[in-house]
């Protein structure tokens, strides 16, 4: 279905031709030579991806007593069926297909100082789902298995550096939660080491400063979530740029001072936790696992290459066959979950008393491990509410939509993780609102930017849509 | 079965003769007061609970299809099967009877000052399962059901003042964790509540202040879990008294000093996340609701009147009927969980560079929401291991029993929540080990008590037991 042309899609010439040439970050590599390596490598690696029938699956069937589709050696992951109980007043229950990943990987970014300058070691990578096949991925990205073996061998390059016994410095370390409405409890760990280390630069990889990251994070589809979500890990202190780097862009400068801590916000963060606490032991949130076939209950309908929803919204399961040149393994078969339609997040924010806020709610989706976590103002996939009535429909939900160009700070499409999902896209958004914005009820809080970043050390605070919008945004600061 | 006889434990004279007379902490009420109190409420409650056979629980049955007991309002909670697989060498996989209550409950301390003094309001408390009747009790434990209730209404004294809309200043508020073993992902939400208003004193409640509290820590199965929990959450800044209150007691120096965060640790926090990080990576935590009759394939047995295993450890399953004068239901019938043997736990502290270190583990139990929490150097239930070989007995148990008297800064018992569990109580020590004491593996890290304390904002840092070893320790700085 996809095949990778070797084409550089216009929003990459754009770059290469635009701001890229402007200034090099003291980088080891400019970002005309990061395009020309990465054009490169997408032509040298060849993939393929091409639907399939689940029966044409290698390995993975649909289990007789349950209907699960697991894979024969009970590893990978399985998709199951849930059944969902909340007390909200609209579609408040309600049962679905389900990703289950009972283990946790490892996303880990190695950096290192060259010439003074913070560098991280990213790859470039295709995933079977992702729209445009390669990406910029974390140094690592590994399954429980293979960290847990003794000797690095070969199936992961540079997992070494993020075992206890062999690491540098540790910058971050958490356990952060991935799409909880496809996913059943699912986190992997986040880890940024950094090393003094001469390491070797294997193909596919190269060092990017953050600066120039964060120009990539304005490209569509170029940064992969496995590096959005890292990223946004590493504290602050340490990504610069600080304030006075910034001219004279005021909305930069907002961001900026946000981030760094200064000036007032609006809630103290014992606050936002009660308040936090309030939403999670408000909202009721009854998980069920379930056998996949019971789904059926609920519209879901079980074809010989989808799974889908009779009301053709949410997502569909399907199967795909993989061929690739630079993966471990160069050929395999595998399920995948492809959502109906793209979803939006976005945040609104403003400055209030001089330090910009950001406007969060306390979101549950199915698959939650904690109830509820922070996310953007609007969080949904927008085709889901097509025919509902108005007073069900995600609040702000049309203001996002309607906001003209001139408020609008940040837009950019990001691919969510394309080991599981196909073509699964979010735009992200980020709306600075009018000063009379009328003041949200009691399930919206305004944070600053500072006070999100503060809560990333522990799990399940903020999603991980959350978290690329954070990622992204700092990509505002860096206007070259 | 167990029946008030209105007679005061040995131990409770003890106090009332001894330390109690010494200072009234500028209390609205003396500590031989309250032990008169607690005495004619003692008197004036009568309860009686007694064990029944599992088809005379009223409105509870085993659901036909899974076995489960389960209400027939599909309220309160059920006892359902959990399989369970650790990659442990020793008993790495099993299944258990679990205790399964989605539901967060409110768990609140409301606190006055009068005159200046910051008092407590406490309850005189009857659980079916206390080993003893009445204990010291929040203010308010809740259910969501009763929080949910726009109007307080007469379920629940004082629950007004822990609603959003008609609250004081929140002190605390988070969800923690309670036991892993017996209880599957269920938290409560801790919260602390100070006022200035006029509070009328319902019968069965008390003011007492920190510094009385503490001193009830120090006497068997007097202050509850519930309570314990709460205490433990309290900002230490808040509750005094400082290190200059505390006379020449250089073990009671040391719990304030580390206690405040001065003096040095040998972890920094970031240091101490990365390690919990890592052990929850690398333990293996997969849990599998199953229906309770298939618990029967792991040597668990079911009798007319308990569920218990085929080995004598672990715990019943038991049915009670309750009788009781001060509850807002004065008779019925549930089922209780009834370990077998007490629990032990045990805190080896030390001076490391002048500042006291507690010996923490990460913790992995079979209903463990986020697989692995802080908990005291020894956890267990030791008569669990009696015919387990040397290597798989927990590290430290052996060293803890063996520990002499002048090393033993605190040993006392307290209940586990009496409304879920039936005689259950745990041994609580704090042992301060040798200078030369040999350098644990890294299973255990060396934490200051400020470091423990920190991470309790956050949820599912530190098991409940833990909590009441801090909540317990800071009664070392009572000595009066």
Redesign the interface.
Known sequence: MFDSSGAIPAVLEAERNGRAAAATDNAVMSMTDFHSWFHARTRANRFQVDRIPFADLAGWDFDPDTGNLVHDSGRFFSIEGLRVRTDRPWAGEWSQPIIVQ???G?LGILVKRIDGVLHCLMQAKMEPGNINGLQISPTVQAT?SN??KVHGGAGTKYLEYFR?DSRGR?LF???QSEQGSWFLHKRN?N?VVETEDDVPLEEDFCWLTLGQIRRLLLLDHMVNMDSRTVLACIPPALTGPNAQDTGDDSFTRAVLRSLSGHGRAVCDP??I??WL??M???Q?L?Q??VSLRHVAEDGWRFGVDVIDHRDGKYFDVIAVAVQASNREVAAWTQPLVAPKQPGLLALLVKRIGGTLHALVQARSDAGM???AELTATVHCQPGNYVDVPAEHRPRYLDYALAAPASRVRLDVLHSEEGGRFYHAQNRYLVIEVEPDFAEPD?RYLWTTLHQLTSLL???NYLTVELRSLMASMRSLTQRL
């Open positions: 009972p283990e946790i490892v429980r960290y847990m206890p540790v370390d958490g356990l760990r880890i014992g606050t936790l009660s606490t309030e999670r032991s408000r009721e009854v069920r696992r491990l904690n109830i009691d050390p522990h799990s």
